[in-house]
């Protein structure tokens, strides 16, 4: 898929905004102390894959905007729950299933 100008912009806004939560996270920058405290170099390297589709009239979108929408149940394991929490981001238990 050919990517136009203003979707390259907002994929680079949320590389951007990823970056800047990671950035100020207090509690990884206080982990990272710790172990430069124990004489160790840190090189924190984050991969995301950002994956986008242009949205088309099939069902699921179209019964999505007529307010019939399914709720998704995220899955995730307790390291994940707790890189959410180091990002500050809140994760209902209502919305998740445990893995």
């Known amino acids: 898929m050919q990517l136009d ?8 806004e949320l590389s951007s905004a990823i970056n800047e939560s990671l950035s100020s996270s207090d509690t990884i920058r206080d982990a990272i102390k710790k172990m430069k405290g124990k004489g160790y170099d840190i090189f924190l390297v984050i991969e995301a894959t950002i994956g986008i ?3 088309t ?9 007529k307010g019939e929408a399914r709720p998704i149940k995220l899955k995730i394991n307790p390291l994940d729950r707790e890189f959410l929490k180091s990002l500050k981001i809140s994760v209902e238990d209502g919305d998740v299933e445990e893995t």
């Open 5 to 12: 100008d203003n979707i390259k912009w907002l994929i680079k």
């Open 57 to 65: 009239n099939r069902k699921s979108a179209s019964s999505s905007s």
């Open 53 to 55: 589709d242009k949205a």
